[in-house]
């Protein structure tokens, strides 16, 4: 039993590969940011674009231009 035991333990305490899981945690998390980042922008971002086609089709309708 105590061989059990002292194997728990110095799995427990063994710290290698400890920077093996942070850097994919940090992405992730950095990920994550970027992602909310993006849903909260996206609308704004539309309505932006969407703004700037609408005024280059008013435009090339003044002009003559024939758009489908």
Known sequence: MK????????????????????YPLIAAAIAMVIIGA???????LN???GGMSDAANASLVNAGGVLN
């Open 3 to 22: 061989a059990v035991s002292g194997r728990i333990g110095s799995f427990l305490a063994d710290e290698g590969g400890g920077p093996g899981i942070e």
């Open 38 to 44: 993006m849903g909260v922008m996206g609308g704004g």
């Open 47 to 49: 309505g932006l674009f």
